[in-house]
């Protein structure tokens, strides 16, 4: 069984900095696509960044480049989503993702088979 738990978010204020962690078990993490995803209220889910396998490629929505960097220890079955400069709009519940094997880092929620629980990012103003 495949389990993803996320960990790190929080309340912070604007310019301010987190760290996303999503300890993976049940799966060869190392050969895998990882993806970070946010839903805030309202919305729809939204991809944020995702990495391959290797870490040799990433990806991320616009808006978040220059200031998120997503990572993995693949030792650790780990991956991170090192966020910085937060401003309020990037506050939602966070969720890592399972993409396909020694797959691109795709951006459709369609092509992860399996998701964490989330975890809530609060940033005020």
């Known amino acids: 069984q495949v389990q993803l738990v996320e960990s790190g978010g929080g309340l912070v204020q604007a310019g301010g900095s987190l760290r996303l962690s999503c300890a993976v078990s049940?799966?060869?993490?190392?050969?895998?696509?990882m993806g970070w995803f946010r839903q805030a209220p309202g919305k729809d889910r939204e991809f944020v960044a995702a990495?391959?396998?290797?870490?040799?490629?990433?990806n991320y929505v616009d808006s978040v480049k220059g200031r998120f960097t997503i990572s993995r220890d693949n030792a650790k079955n780990t991956v991170f989503l090192e966020m910085n400069s937060l401003k309020p709009e990037d506050a939602a519940v966070y969720y890592c993702?399972?993409?396909?094997?020694?797959?691109?880092?795709?951006?459709?929620?369609?092509?992860?088979?399996?998701w964490g629980q989330g975890t809530q990012v609060t940033v005020s103003s």
């Open positions: 993702a399972v993409g396909p094997r020694f797959g691109p880092p795709i951006v459709g929620a369609a092509g992860y088979d399996y």
């Open positions: 049940g799966r060869t993490f190392s050969s895998y696509v």
């Open positions: 990495i391959t396998w290797n870490g040799a490629s990433v």
